[in-house]
Each structure stands twice: as C-alpha cells, then as structure tokens.
C-alpha cells in the first residue's frame, strides 16, 4: 500500500436536525442530516401529512369517488 495518500478514518459525530446524533467513524469529522432512523415516518410508523394551504383536502374533493 502507497503512503500517504489514503485519507485519515476517524471518529465521526453524525448530528440529525431532531437532535439525535450518531457516533461512528468517517473520512469527516461532524456531519448534519435532515432526517434519521429516529424521526424518519418509515422507521417510526408514523405518518404525517403536511397539509399547505388546504392541498389534501382539495386534493380529496376533485378525485373523490362516487359513493353506492
């Protein structure tokens, strides 16, 4: 193996905006995401629907089905 030209592999703090932060190693030292495994709908279950300006409802009245 060369010298030298291998980057520096160390610890690494991962820091997600819900304020969860992850330890493990990395070529950077501090890196920020939006969203993780702990504020993430799919790993929590969670659905949320962010409604802007009354879209979903909107949305809903133009398709809705026609009941029998």
Do not use: W
């Amino acid at each position: 193996m060369k010298t030298g030209i291998h980057p520096k592999y160390e610890a690494a703090h991962i820091r997600c905006s819900c304020g969860n932060v992850i330890e493990t190693r990395a070529t950077r030292e501090e890196m920020h995401l939006d969203v993780c495994n702990a504020c993430h709908p799919f790993f929590t279950g969670e659905q949320r629907i962010v409604d802007t300006a009354g879209r979903v409802e909107r949305f809903n009245r133009r398709f809705k089905r026609p009941t029998d």
